[in-house]
């Protein structure tokens, strides 16, 4: 007889993508409508051709790439993430406040394992990523959702109510996923008064910074100079570089903060991936003019998609930036059965918004999440004209 699950584990929802996924099976799509699949926001291309020289380079001819290195990663990449930052963000940034992991999804874990514990709460604007509430759910700590306004932009003075004794964090993404929101500064300048007011730490999410629309430093949150006392900072190297598989993210934190990061690490994965590490560092310093050129690769789809639901009156565009564009739409049915019908009928595999609000919220029914960095001219015209000759 197998032994029963903990019930926090069993209790929490199965990944979205995987289950988006399974909804594929045994599926055939007609030849001339083949699937678009804008459910993962993840490239699908490899690293350019130089990047991937030096990852092999490294395979072939260092031989410490192959063994455990340090617990919070290569210093020659934390000081480099150090001094990049520090530039870009107008602050000061030292290497002992920097760590790396293996993507930033165990960033995220990492840091929350700091924060909070079973019978906590943690705010969480919604519409929210997935895989953070999974965590949360799996930890027994208690994900409070704040409900965004126009433009998917949460307030500050909303989140204040909603604060508690056993409030330890708010958690921004920003570009956003699911929504595409591009924070404005103040708004984050706000929730950083905020936390620091209240004795909570304020965790930002810059995962899709590397494609934000907006030149120069999206906020000045660093320039503080006890930044470090209330920001904890998220990255990843997944998007910007293509580096998915090779799982690199990061924190920029508190040198004390990172003492008891390094706890968690090193029972989870002892070292994050050093050949992947190495690949980061190299793009850091080679591919500047690369990853801006990608950048504009993603703006102009992002245009594209803007554009698109101009012409489908009967849709609401809720936000649109970095990978995404977070979608309301005009069928009674909820959004988790119209996923599913769009495979059938428009050979299109979205995630619905069901699976980024609320359980039972009914603004989850009727939103859809379009991951469209991976689509691009002609898809996103076949895109549009399925959605506009849907019949449902």
């Known amino acids: 007889m197998t032994t029963p699950l903990h019930p926090a584990m069993a209790a929490t929802e199965s990944p979205p993508v995987m289950e988006a996924r399974r909804w594929l099976d045994g599926v055939v799509f007609p030849e001339d409508r083949p699937l678009i699949n804008v459910s993962q926001a993840a490239p699908v291309e490899p690293p350019p051709l130089a990047l991937r020289q030096a990852i092999a380079d490294a395979a072939l001819y260092n031989d410490a790439a192959h063994l455990y290195g340090p617990v919070l990663g290569l210093p020659a990449l934390r000081t480099e993430i150090a001094q990049q930052w520090s530039a870009s963000y107008g602050g000061n940034i030292q290497p002992n406040q920097v760590a790396i992991t293996q993507g930033c999804n165990q960033a995220f874990t990492a840091v929350m394992s700091t924060l909070a514990g079973a019978g906590d709460e943690v705010i969480l604007p919604t519409p929210w990523y997935f895989n953070h509430k999974m965590w949360f759910?799996?930890?027994?700590?208690?994900?409070?959702?704040?409900?965004?306004?126009?433009?998917?932009?949460?307030?500050?003075?909303?989140?204040?109510?909603?604060?508690?004794?056993?409030?330890?964090?708010?958690?921004?993404?920003?570009?956003?996923?699911?929504?595409?929101?591009?924070?404005?500064?103040?708004?984050?300048?706000?929730?950083?008064?905020?936390a620091?007011?209240?004795?909570?730490?304020?965790?930002?999410?810059?995962?899709?910074?590397?494609?934000?629309?907006r030149t120069g430093a999206p906020h000045q949150l660093f320039t503080d100079p006890q930044w470090a006392n209330t920001l904890i900072h998220l990255y990843s190297f997944s998007k910007a570089y293509r580096l998915t598989g090779h799982r690199v993210g990061a924190i920029v934190a508190s040198e004390s903060r990172l003492?008891?990061?390094?706890?968690?690490?090193?029972?989870?994965?002892?070292?994050?991936?050093?050949?992947?590490q190495i690949g980061a560092l190299w793009g850091m310093q080679n591919l500047g003019d690369w990853v801006a050129t990608e950048r504009l690769e993603i703006l102009s789809r992002r245009a594209a998609?803007?554009?698109?639901?101009?012409?489908?009156?009967?849709?609401?565009?809720?936000?649109?930036?970095?990978?995404?564009?977070?979608?309301?739409?005009?069928?009674?049915?909820?959004?988790?059965?119209?996923?599913?019908a769009l495979v059938q009928k428009a050979s299109l595999l979205t995630l619905p918004g069901t699976m980024f609000q609320p359980t039972g919220a009914s603004a989850g029914k009727r939103q859809l999440r379009i991951a469209f960095a991976n689509i691009g001219g002609s898809e996103i015209t076949q895109f549009f004209s399925r959605l506009k000759s849907l019949n449902l």
């Open 196 to 213: 620091r007011e209240r004795g909570i730490s304020l965790i930002v999410d810059e995962t899709y910074r590397d494609f934000d629309s």
């Open 259 to 276: 003492v008891q990061v390094e706890k968690f690490l090193d029972t989870v994965a002892i070292c994050p991936n050093q050949l992947g």
């Open 305 to 340: 998609m803007v554009s698109g639901f101009e012409t489908l009156n009967d849709w609401t565009l809720l936000g649109c930036g970095a990978y995404f564009a977070y979608v309301e739409h005009p069928y009674p049915m909820p959004s988790d059965q119209l996923a599913k």
């Open 137 to 194: 759910d799996m930890q027994g700590v208690r994900t409070v959702p704040l409900a965004t306004g126009a433009g998917l932009i949460p307030q500050a003075t909303d989140a204040a109510a909603l604060i508690t004794p056993n409030t330890r964090a708010i958690v921004l993404v920003s570009p956003n996923n699911p929504g595409g929101a591009e924070y404005p500064a103040q708004t984050l300048a706000d929730f950083m008064a905020l």
